[in-house]
């Protein structure tokens, strides 16, 4: 499970140029105009395509509602050179916990287009992953890639994911099954790998960034 901490709509993580935090009903616009991206949707794969009228607002809330159990954790990755901006999604989901020696976690995200291609993906990813080493007893992390989906796939190679094998994915927002790649991230390879600063969390913030 993720820690008390993560918890709180206040907790939050602080890359270079980032800030990953709970998401926020103000977010809902630029959720739906993210989403709505089908180049977006087609990648995702639970992204409804079209993207419904109400829909930002029903992820926003979707996400703040998983994160408080402590079996997952969505947060949103803003822009912290311009408050409040929503970029897209970045989330873990415990997949096995309790005494076994391995425990796992899944690994996710997506990013609107706009913000494709400057780095930002990898940013968001490090500090999540980071944060999900430090603060959880997850011993593996794994990741799913659509096959055709190669900046995707770039991005968890730089986070030291390594390639497992293929398999066929449930892809709902597609109505079919798509082929996609399976990677795999150790603690011991992110041990011995990771060149990243370490996440700064906070869990204290203005009271108007609290209002959602």
């Not at 997850?138 to 030291?160: D, F, H, M, Y």
Request: aromatic share 10%; with cysteine.
């Amino acid at each position: 499970m993720f820690p008390d901490l993560t918890r709180d709509d206040v907790f939050r993580i602080e890359t270079k140029r980032l800030w990953l935090r709970w998401p926020r009903v103000q977010d809902a616009a630029a959720i739906a105009q993210l989403a709505g991206d089908k180049d977006v949707a087609d990648m995702v794969g639970v992204l409804p395509i079209p993207f419904p009228a109400g829909g930002g607002e029903t992820l926003a809330f979707d996400a703040r509602k998983v994160n408080a159990t402590g079996a997952q954790i969505k947060l949103a990755v803003a822009d912290r050179r311009k408050p409040g901006q929503f970029m897209g999604i970045v989330g873990s989901r415990i997949l096995s916990d309790g005494p076994s020696q391995v425990q796992r976690a899944s690994f996710g995200y997506w990013l609107g287009r706009p913000y494709w291609g400057e780095g930002y993906a990898t940013e968001a990813a490090h500090g999540l992953i980071d944060a999900v080493f430090s603060y959880t007893g997850v011993t593996e992390l794994e990741a799913s890639v659509r096959v055709l989906n190669t900046p995707s796939r770039r991005v968890i190679e730089k986070c030291g994911f390594q390639f497992t094998g293929s398999d066929m994915w449930d892809a709902p927002a597609l109505r079919s099954r798509v082929p996609v790649d399976k990677f795999l991230l150790t603690r011991t390879t992110w041990s011995s790998l990771k060149s990243w600063r370490d996440p700064r969390v906070e869990t204290q913030k203005p009271v108007l960034e609290l209002c959602a």
